[in-house]
């Protein structure tokens, strides 16, 4: 079965770093998004992009926080100047076609700032 | 207007039990409601999805049940078996043309444990 993967698995960083999170979408689809999930509460919706662009974003996704496509098949969330409450789970997903509703996640980066 | 609130926090039965977890939105504008499953160090998979034109859905021993006046939605586990005890996410979405993305609002989860 087709599978998101993300890379690190696990990623620390000092405060003030910049991290970038890794994602390989299923490779035909078409719409990309990346959630987050901060230890022990609900999973946040951070972005999602589509025709190489951003489509929509939450208040979370501020100057901070970049994404891009930068070949075919990677897709990838820059935090700039990280700092100590970016610490959580990032989840990268993707979603085949416009009526589709199924998202596919991947098993997430485990991001901590120190 | 964007919250989904899911109940309870924990939940604990024996195997073959039928855990229930209950799910309540504000916003009408949600037509997609999934509920995903997760596994420790793993991320949330679909187990099972319902529009609110049907009142209940089964598949296989997941069973949603939807009551649109109320705004609320369940899932039922029947014949529960210890390789079920995950964290068990409610979700909603907008889905219609125009909508934007599909984002998804998630619940604050459940954790389900199913003792043998």
């Known amino acids: 079965e087709p599978e998101v993967t993300q890379t690190p698995s696990h990623q620390v960083t000092q405060m003030g770093q910049e991290v970038i999170l890794r994602c390989v979408p299923i490779?035909?689809?078409?719409?990309f998004y990346w959630y987050r999930q901060i230890l022990g509460q609900k999973v946040e919706f951070l972005v999602s992009f589509y025709n190489n662009e951003i489509s929509e974003k939450s208040e979370i996704f501020d100057d901070q926080f970049s994404v891009e496509r930068p070949d075919g098949s990677n897709f990838t969330l820059k935090i700039r100047s990280t700092k100590l409450e970016d610490s959580a789970m990032y989840f990268c997903?993707?979603?085949?076609?416009?009526?589709?509703?199924?998202?596919?996640f991947g098993s997430g980066t485990r991001l901590t700032v120190v | 207007q964007q919250q989904v609130k899911q109940s309870p926090q924990s939940l604990i039965v024996q195997k073959g039990g039928i855990p229930i977890i209950n799910c309540a939105y504000e916003n009408t504008a949600f037509d997609y409601f999934p509920w995903y499953q997760q596994f420790p160090g793993k991320g949330p998979a679909l187990l099972i999805a319902?529009?609110?034109?049907?009142s209940e859905k089964k598949e296989g021993r997941f069973t949603i049940s939807f009551n649109k006046s109320a705004k609320q939605f369940s899932l039922h586990i029947m014949d529960s078996q210890p390789g079920d005890s995950a964290t068990y996410f409610c979700a909603a979405s907008r889905t219609y043309s125009g909508a934007g993305s599909y984002q998804l609002t998630f619940g604050k989860g459940t954790k389900l444990s199913v003792i043998p």
């Open positions: 997903a993707s979603r085949d076609r416009e009526r589709s509703t199924g998202y596919t």
């Open positions: 319902i529009r609110p034109d049907v």
């Open positions: 490779s035909n689809h078409l719409y």
